[in-house]
């Protein structure tokens, strides 16, 4: 019953409009597009119709009141599933660059509607050694090649999709936590409450690909934003970076962009930077390299000031 | 008229079972350990509506005290295949009268050992993912294939030996017995008729059992290790932690059955058959487990402290000289090193000394549970930086003591009553010694078809009277 409804829900909530003269008379409908799940909108424009093409290829009359217009389309599971053919994604995080400012952060939690507390995109501040200088290590999930979170998931929730990308499917998640003691980076988080949802974020069906809505008790984390790659838009916290430090792309076509939109052969940065990953000695093989924090402009993090936890490993 | 030590064995282990002979105390605990489970039942209810944020785990330490305990029962239900199995096999006469305790045991603390992780689960209602979408790669489906079979294997374990007895509880109490009871022991006889072909298929079963459920039994504290050992994390990953976990399940678990014995013999007078004796062997096993016990924890913690490696190291010290210290060293002390020296005198394996120590390994081995996996978790590879008080230390809230406790009472309350339903010891078994003394058979190798023929055969006239029973059990 519950699922006969959702998935209701999914099909009206995929209504693509095709009609141009549709688009054109309907000035109410124009307005519900500019502002996406208005109540306003809804309230305003009911006893217009519009036509619209369903996701099964069905042409369909619907009221302007009940119309919404479809951010992008939610892939079904099975493609969330197989990720984007022919890429493999790889992020770059010049550590030379970040000043620490944290709109990474912002933007990723904006982007995914994420509590205040749960930093899927997260700037530590870092030192290697006692006699090293400190700097800010922003720190995605890593996207591992050899994943351990994906290894140990008894039901496959958490899985590895062929462009490179792990994802969690929260309405197959057991919420085993086991993952979440497999990852050797702490990238995963458990929604231990139930969500506070917005009347959006209820009606917004759900995908693995963007993870909401939220499922209590469940295990959520970085999923490299691949509802925005979809759109050929670039994962959020890569387009916040004022300090350009974050790099984006592909792997197969050796190329990755910054939120300035400087494209650079992925190859060639990795050489010239001395590129590395986290914690290589693991065997996890991540997805995200990091350049290192030479010659920094900004004055480096203070450590003395940082909250709980001891500084990064003393080695 | 003078009894024979047939009717006299029955007469002791059944009293206690005899309908009516429910005292006052009994009725108290029980009630009391109904109330404890109910609690508990609540308590879960509570966090099932208001999601696991109900219990102190947060990021950083997402597993707490049900995977902790988790591990200690799995752990104590380790009891009945050491005693009974390994018992069995070698031909060990004193066996007889602590088997069953020890297999009820082993059945109960599993059953509920296995509940915990379902509590833990974040998601409950899709506890049927597991079958639908099961990965055999997960050493969670390891670990519900090892102990379902080990649950099935030691329900059998306990169930197979009961069938003669429960044939005799329908018979003794065709009378007195209410009509529920005797319908549950006329099931359970399975049409039990005490025939020489009941006997050998019984013999065989058992002898079957005896020999599968070793195995089993390793298997499943190696891969209750393995949720742990396959993951990346410092104090984790570690090679010895299979045979780790097993013996310090076996350690647990055969002083979990000193307790046993030690309860029932006292609650149900049973000292003329649970004797010093017992105490003393029983002792020496535990005392020899809890040496190997140590040696494992020697190379534990030892090996790495030598190299002191990164991420080791940091873990380490935190054991050895920070905030862990003070219970990593009562518990290495006090809880493995103290009960060592108290079982090596031999007034420490005397019933009061055995039963302290155990007491002390017993709950010193659920504290270890709770150090092995709390300390790693609060030590990731990456700082804890800038998150919630609440995420960077852990002790369990009342919810999941509420529930924990309540897992505990359930324990206490299905031996409990299984205890007033069912002879506490296996009845034919303790006869048939008592007719291997009586025949100068008592030899390791012995088959003991013998004595079972001899039972079968009814012919109980011509036993000794009642010091044959003491003459087995007292030597
Ligand atoms: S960083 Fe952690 S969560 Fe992300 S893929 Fe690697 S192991 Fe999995
Ligand atoms: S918490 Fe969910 S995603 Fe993680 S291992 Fe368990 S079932 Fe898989």
């Known amino acids: 019953m519950e699922e006969e409804k959702k998935s209701n829900r999914r099909k009206f909530l995929q209504l693509t409009v095709v009609s141009g003269a549709a688009i054109a008379t309907g000035a109410g409908l124009r307005n519900a597009f500019s502002e996406p799940n208005s109540e306003l909108a809804k309230s305003q424009n009911a006893g217009e119709s519009v036509h619209a093409l369903t996701a099964s290829g069905d042409l369909v009359q619907v009221d302007t009141a009940h119309a919404r217009a479809v951010v992008h389309h939610p892939v ?13 994604f790889v992020m770059v995080i010049d550590l030379a660059k970040c ?30 050694s006692e006699t090293t200088p400190s700097y800010w290590m922003p720190k995605p999930c890593f996207h591992c090649d050899n994943p351990p979170c994906t290894k140990v998931c008894p039901v496959n929730a958490t899985f590895k999709r062929q462009d490179g990308i792990v994802l969690i499917d929260n309405e197959r998640c057991i919420g085993c936590r086991f993952c979440m003691a497999a990852c050797p980076y702490s990238s995963r988080f458990f929604n231990w409450e139930r969500p506070v949802e917005t009347p959006e974020m209820a009606l917004t069906p759900y995908s693995p690909e963007q993870g909401y809505p939220r499922r209590v008790g469940t295990v959520e984390k970085c999923d490299f934003c691949p509802d925005m790659i979809r759109q050929g838009k670039m994962p959020g916290c890569i387009s916040a970076c004022a300090m350009k430090a974050l790099y984006f792309g592909d792997e197969n076509e050796d190329a990755v962009t910054n939120s300035d939109g400087e494209t650079v052969r992925l190859s060639t940065l990795l050489e010239q930077n001395a590129g590395y990953r986290y914690m290589e000695d693991l065997g996890t093989k991540p997805r995200v390299y990091y350049l290192p924090p030479k010659n920094r402009r900004y004055p480096k993090p203070d450590l003395d000031h940082a909250a709980s936890g001891h500084a990064a490993v003393k080695s | 008229m003078e009894i024979t030590p047939v009717e006299k064995i029955r007469a002791d282990f059944l009293r206690p079972i005899t309908p ?38 947060r990021n950083y330490v997402s597993w707490g005290l049900y995977i902790s305990t988790f591990v200690f029962f799995i752990g104590i239900s380790h009891s009945g295949t050491l005693v009974s199995a390994i018992l069995r096999i070698t031909n060990q006469e004193w066996r007889r009268p602590i088997t069953r305790s020890a297999e009820l045991l082993t059945a109960v603390a599993l ?16 506890v049927a993912n597991m079958v639908i979408f099961g990965r055999v790669q997960s050493p969670l489906l390891w670990d519900i294939m090892c102990i379902t079979t080990y649950l099935t294997g030691s329900l059998l374990f306990l169930y197979l030996p009961m069938i003669p007895d429960i044939a005799l509880c329908k018979e003794r109490f065709a009378k007195t017995g209410s009509t529920f ?16 072909e009941n006997w050998r298929r019984l013999e065989r079963a058992m002898r079957v059992m005896t020999v599968m459920i070793i195995p089993i039994a390793v298997s ?7 949720i742990f050992a396959m993951t990346l994390r410092a104090g984790w990953n570690s090679t010895i932690f299979g045979p780790y976990f097993v013996i310090g399940a ?59 490696e990164s991420h080791d190291g940091i873990l380490l010290s935190d054991l050895f000289s920070g905030g862990w210290s003070t219970v990593f060293w009562i518990l290495q002390f006090g809880t493995v090193l103290l009960p060592i020296v108290i079982l090596a005198i031999p007034r420490g394996r005397k019933p009061v000394g055995a039963t302290i120590a155990c007491i002390i390994i017993v709950a010193g081995a659920w504290v270890k549970r709770y150090v092995i996996v709390i300390p790693t978790l609060l030590h990731p590879f990456l700082p804890i930086q800038n998150v919630p008080a609440s995420w960077s230390s852990y002790f369990p809230n009342w919810v999941e003591f509420s529930v924990t406790g309540g897992a505990l009472a359930g324990i206490f309350l299905v031996i409990t009553l299984f205890s007033k339903f069912f002879p506490i010891a296996s009845i034919w078994e303790v006869e048939e010694g008592v007719h291997l003394a009586k025949k100068g058979l008592v ?33």
Request: glycine letters at 8%; proline letters at 4%.
């Open chain 1, 76 to 88: 079904t599971n099975d493609e969330a599933r197989t990720g984007i053919a022919g890429k493999r």
């Open chain 2, 443 to 475: 030899i390791p190798g012995i088959n003991t078809q013998n004595g079972a023929d001899d039972r079968s055969s009814a012919d109980h006239s011509n036993h000794k009277p009642i010091p044959a029973v003491q003459e087995a059990f007292a030597k």
């Open chain 2, 181 to 196: 009871r005797l319908w549950v022991y006329d099931k359970l006889a399975m049409g039990w008729k005490d025939t020489p």
């Open chain 2, 250 to 308: 076996l350690y647990s678990g055969s002083a979990g059955v000193i307790l046993t014995m030690s309860a029932f013999r006292r609650i149900y007078h049973l000292e003329e058959y649970i004797t010093p004796r017992h105490f003393d062997l029983m002792s020496k096993i535990v005392l020899s487990l809890t040496m190997i016990y140590a040696y494992f924890n020697l190379n534990e913690y030892w090996v790495p402290a030598y190299k002191m």
């Open chain 2, 220 to 226: 499943v504290h190696t891969v209750v290790s393995y």
């Open chain 2, 20 to 57: 009516g002979n429910f005292g006052k105390t009994s009725r108290y605990w029980v009630i009391g350990l109904t109330l404890l489970l109910c609690w508990g039942i609540f308590a879960y209810i509570y966090q099932l509506r208001t999601g696991l944020e109900a219990t102190a785990m």
């Open chain 1, 99 to 128: 000043d620490g400012c944290k709109k990474c952060t912002v933007a990723c939690q904006k982007m995914h509607f994420t509590p205040k507390d749960r930093e899927w995109m997260k700037v530590f501040e870092m030192q290697d």
């Open chain 2, 111 to 126: 059953m509920f050992g296995g509940i915990m992780p379902i509590i833990d689960m974040g998601r409950p209602d899709r």
